[in-house]
T-cell receptor, first 114, second 111 residues
Framework: DTGVSQDPRHKITKRGQNVTFRCDPISEHNRLYWYRQTLGQGPEFLTYFQNEAQLEKSRLLSDRFSAERPKGSFSTLEIQRTEQGDSAMYLC????????????FGPGTRLTVT | SQQGEEDPQALSIQEGENATMNCSYKTSINNLQWYRQNSGRGLVHLILIRSNEREKHSGRLRVTLDTSKKSSSLLITASRAADTASYFCATDARGAQKLVFGQGTRLTINP
Protein backbone atom coordinates (compact mmCIF):
# COMPACT_ATOMS: atom_id res chain seq x y z
CA ASP A 1 0.00 0.00 0.00
CA THR A 2 1.69 3.19 -1.22
CA GLY A 3 -0.76 5.56 0.47
CA VAL A 4 -2.37 6.67 -2.81
CA SER A 5 -5.96 5.49 -3.03
CA GLN A 6 -8.33 5.36 -5.96
CA ASP A 7 -12.05 4.82 -6.15
CA PRO A 8 -13.71 2.88 -7.61
CA ARG A 9 -11.33 0.01 -8.35
CA HIS A 10 -13.51 -1.27 -11.16
CA LYS A 11 -16.15 0.43 -13.26
CA ILE A 12 -18.29 -1.09 -16.00
CA THR A 13 -20.34 1.36 -17.99
CA LYS A 14 -22.31 1.48 -21.20
CA ARG A 15 -21.05 3.46 -24.15
CA GLY A 16 -22.23 7.04 -23.98
CA GLN A 17 -22.43 7.24 -20.20
CA ASN A 18 -20.33 9.57 -18.07
CA VAL A 19 -17.96 8.25 -15.43
CA THR A 20 -15.95 9.91 -12.67
CA PHE A 21 -12.95 8.54 -10.84
CA ARG A 22 -11.39 9.81 -7.64
CA CYS A 23 -7.79 9.83 -6.46
CA ASP A 24 -6.55 10.63 -2.96
CA PRO A 25 -2.79 11.25 -3.00
CA ILE A 26 -0.32 10.86 -0.16
CA SER A 27 -1.33 13.72 2.10
CA GLU A 28 1.84 15.81 2.00
CA HIS A 29 2.37 15.38 -1.76
CA ASN A 30 1.76 18.51 -3.80
CA ARG A 31 1.90 16.94 -7.28
CA LEU A 32 -0.75 14.62 -8.61
CA TYR A 33 -0.66 12.81 -11.95
CA TRP A 34 -3.11 10.82 -14.05
CA TYR A 35 -1.99 8.09 -16.45
CA ARG A 36 -3.84 5.62 -18.65
CA GLN A 37 -2.68 2.08 -19.31
CA THR A 38 -4.05 -0.28 -21.91
CA LEU A 39 -3.44 -4.02 -21.94
CA GLY A 40 0.16 -4.98 -22.62
CA GLN A 41 1.39 -1.39 -22.69
CA GLY A 42 3.15 0.90 -20.26
CA PRO A 43 1.22 3.77 -18.67
CA GLU A 44 0.78 6.93 -20.72
CA PHE A 45 0.66 10.39 -19.19
CA LEU A 46 -2.65 12.25 -19.25
CA THR A 47 -2.27 15.29 -17.00
CA TYR A 48 -0.75 16.59 -13.79
CA PHE A 49 -1.46 19.13 -11.07
CA GLN A 50 0.76 21.04 -8.75
CA ASN A 51 -1.43 21.92 -5.81
CA GLU A 52 -4.72 22.94 -7.46
CA ALA A 53 -3.22 24.14 -10.74
CA GLN A 54 -3.39 21.86 -13.77
CA LEU A 55 -0.02 22.47 -15.37
CA GLU A 56 0.13 20.04 -18.29
CA LYS A 57 -2.31 18.05 -20.37
CA SER A 58 -1.45 15.38 -22.91
CA ARG A 59 -2.95 15.39 -26.38
CA LEU A 60 -4.47 12.05 -25.27
CA LEU A 61 -6.79 14.07 -23.04
CA SER A 62 -9.58 14.80 -25.50
CA ASP A 63 -12.31 17.33 -24.76
CA ARG A 64 -14.41 14.49 -23.32
CA PHE A 65 -11.94 14.22 -20.45
CA SER A 66 -11.70 16.69 -17.60
CA ALA A 67 -9.68 16.59 -14.42
CA GLU A 68 -9.88 18.72 -11.33
CA ARG A 69 -8.04 19.04 -8.08
CA PRO A 70 -10.04 21.41 -5.91
CA LYS A 71 -8.11 22.75 -2.92
CA GLY A 72 -5.04 20.84 -3.98
CA SER A 73 -6.02 17.63 -2.23
CA PHE A 74 -7.97 14.84 -3.95
CA SER A 75 -8.51 14.82 -7.70
CA THR A 76 -11.29 13.66 -9.98
CA LEU A 77 -11.10 12.52 -13.58
CA GLU A 78 -14.34 12.61 -15.54
CA ILE A 79 -14.93 11.02 -18.91
CA GLN A 80 -18.04 12.17 -20.74
CA ARG A 81 -19.83 10.16 -23.44
CA THR A 82 -17.60 7.15 -22.93
CA GLU A 83 -16.42 5.15 -25.94
CA GLN A 84 -15.18 1.58 -26.10
CA GLY A 85 -11.68 2.91 -26.74
CA ASP A 86 -11.72 4.47 -23.29
CA SER A 87 -11.53 1.01 -21.73
CA ALA A 88 -8.26 0.98 -19.81
CA MET A 89 -6.69 1.15 -16.37
CA TYR A 90 -6.60 4.74 -15.07
CA LEU A 91 -3.71 5.26 -12.69
CA CYS A 92 -3.10 8.11 -10.30
CA UNK A 93 0.27 8.99 -8.82
CA UNK A 94 1.58 11.63 -6.46
CA UNK A 95 4.92 13.12 -5.56
CA UNK A 96 6.50 15.83 -3.46
CA UNK A 97 8.39 18.53 -5.35
CA UNK A 98 12.06 18.80 -4.60
CA UNK A 99 12.53 15.46 -2.88
CA UNK A 100 13.53 13.53 -6.01
CA UNK A 101 12.08 10.33 -4.61
CA UNK A 102 9.79 9.55 -7.52
CA UNK A 103 6.10 9.14 -8.14
CA UNK A 104 3.98 6.77 -6.07
CA PHE A 105 1.06 5.09 -7.77
CA GLY A 106 -2.35 4.06 -6.57
CA PRO A 107 -3.98 0.71 -7.38
CA GLY A 108 -5.78 2.09 -10.43
CA THR A 109 -9.36 2.13 -11.65
CA ARG A 110 -10.15 -0.39 -14.35
CA LEU A 111 -12.77 0.96 -16.73
CA THR A 112 -14.69 -1.30 -19.07
CA VAL A 113 -16.99 0.33 -21.62
CA THR A 114 -19.51 -2.05 -23.13
CA SER B 1 4.29 7.78 -27.45
CA GLN B 2 6.62 5.59 -25.46
CA GLN B 3 10.13 6.86 -24.96
CA GLY B 4 11.70 3.77 -23.54
CA GLU B 5 12.04 0.25 -24.70
CA GLU B 6 12.56 -2.68 -22.41
CA ASP B 7 14.41 -5.76 -23.47
CA PRO B 8 13.51 -8.55 -23.41
CA GLN B 9 9.74 -8.22 -23.69
CA ALA B 10 9.36 -11.49 -21.79
CA LEU B 11 11.73 -13.46 -19.60
CA SER B 12 11.19 -16.85 -17.95
CA ILE B 13 13.74 -18.24 -15.48
CA GLN B 14 13.99 -20.76 -12.66
CA GLU B 15 13.63 -19.71 -9.05
CA GLY B 16 16.98 -18.82 -7.58
CA GLU B 17 18.46 -17.58 -10.85
CA ASN B 18 19.25 -13.94 -11.54
CA ALA B 19 17.07 -11.87 -13.87
CA THR B 20 18.38 -8.97 -15.93
CA MET B 21 16.17 -6.51 -17.77
CA ASN B 22 17.34 -3.65 -19.93
CA CYS B 23 15.82 -0.30 -20.78
CA SER B 24 16.77 2.22 -23.45
CA TYR B 25 15.49 5.76 -23.76
CA LYS B 26 15.80 8.66 -26.17
CA THR B 27 16.21 12.03 -24.47
CA SER B 28 18.32 13.52 -21.68
CA ILE B 29 16.82 12.72 -18.31
CA ASN B 30 16.75 13.92 -14.72
CA ASN B 31 16.36 10.41 -13.34
CA LEU B 32 15.18 6.93 -14.22
CA GLN B 33 12.83 4.82 -12.15
CA TRP B 34 11.93 1.14 -12.16
CA TYR B 35 8.46 -0.07 -11.25
CA ARG B 36 6.89 -3.50 -10.76
CA GLN B 37 3.32 -4.31 -11.66
CA ASN B 38 1.53 -7.48 -10.73
CA SER B 39 -1.21 -8.54 -13.10
CA GLY B 40 -4.14 -6.11 -13.01
CA ARG B 41 -2.66 -4.07 -10.18
CA GLY B 42 -1.06 -0.67 -9.74
CA LEU B 43 2.64 0.07 -10.05
CA VAL B 44 5.03 -0.41 -7.16
CA HIS B 45 8.03 1.92 -7.08
CA LEU B 46 11.24 -0.11 -6.83
CA ILE B 47 14.16 2.23 -7.22
CA LEU B 48 15.14 5.66 -8.58
CA ILE B 49 18.56 6.42 -10.02
CA ARG B 50 19.59 9.98 -10.78
CA SER B 51 21.28 10.99 -14.00
CA ASN B 52 24.59 11.61 -12.17
CA GLU B 53 24.58 8.14 -10.58
CA ARG B 54 25.89 5.02 -12.28
CA GLU B 55 24.76 2.23 -9.96
CA LYS B 56 22.34 1.78 -7.11
CA HIS B 57 21.40 -1.14 -4.89
CA SER B 58 18.28 -1.93 -2.90
CA GLY B 59 18.07 -5.37 -1.32
CA ARG B 60 18.17 -7.92 -4.15
CA LEU B 61 17.89 -5.18 -6.78
CA ARG B 62 20.79 -3.62 -8.63
CA VAL B 63 20.25 -0.84 -11.14
CA THR B 64 22.83 0.62 -13.48
CA LEU B 65 22.57 3.71 -15.63
CA ASP B 66 24.70 4.63 -18.64
CA THR B 67 23.68 8.09 -19.80
CA SER B 68 26.14 8.01 -22.71
CA LYS B 69 24.29 5.02 -24.13
CA LYS B 70 20.91 6.15 -22.79
CA SER B 71 20.35 2.79 -21.19
CA SER B 72 19.69 1.20 -17.82
CA SER B 73 19.56 -2.32 -16.47
CA LEU B 74 17.72 -3.90 -13.56
CA LEU B 75 19.20 -7.02 -11.99
CA ILE B 76 17.16 -9.10 -9.58
CA THR B 77 19.33 -11.60 -7.76
CA ALA B 78 18.22 -14.92 -6.27
CA SER B 79 14.77 -14.64 -7.87
CA ARG B 80 11.66 -15.84 -6.08
CA ALA B 81 8.24 -16.88 -7.37
CA ALA B 82 6.84 -13.66 -5.89
CA ASP B 83 9.03 -11.65 -8.29
CA THR B 84 6.76 -12.76 -11.15
CA ALA B 85 5.40 -9.50 -12.55
CA SER B 86 5.87 -6.91 -15.29
CA TYR B 87 8.73 -4.49 -14.82
CA PHE B 88 8.74 -1.00 -16.31
CA CYS B 89 11.38 1.66 -16.58
CA ALA B 90 10.23 5.26 -16.57
CA THR B 91 12.13 8.44 -17.29
CA ASP B 92 11.44 12.09 -16.71
CA ALA B 93 13.03 14.21 -19.37
CA ARG B 94 14.82 17.37 -18.35
CA GLY B 95 12.30 20.18 -18.05
CA ALA B 96 9.36 17.80 -17.93
CA GLN B 97 7.46 16.51 -14.93
CA LYS B 98 5.67 13.53 -16.44
CA LEU B 99 7.06 10.01 -16.54
CA VAL B 100 7.49 8.27 -19.87
CA PHE B 101 7.26 4.50 -19.65
CA GLY B 102 8.50 1.68 -21.80
CA GLN B 103 6.32 -1.28 -22.70
CA GLY B 104 7.71 -3.41 -19.90
CA THR B 105 9.33 -6.80 -19.42
CA ARG B 106 7.08 -9.67 -18.32
CA LEU B 107 9.11 -11.74 -15.87
CA THR B 108 8.03 -15.25 -14.93
CA ILE B 109 9.83 -17.13 -12.16
CA ASN B 110 9.27 -20.88 -12.37
CA PRO B 111 9.33 -22.79 -9.06
Amino acid sequence: DTGVSQDPRHKITKRGQNVTFRCDPISEHNRLYWYRQTLGQGPEFLTYFQNEAQLEKSRLLSDRFSAERPKGSFSTLEIQRTEQGDSAMYLCASSLVGTGVGQYFGPGTRLTVT
Amino acid sequence: SQQGEEDPQALSIQEGENATMNCSYKTSINNLQWYRQNSGRGLVHLILIRSNEREKHSGRLRVTLDTSKKSSSLLITASRAADTASYFCATDARGAQKLVFGQGTRLTINP
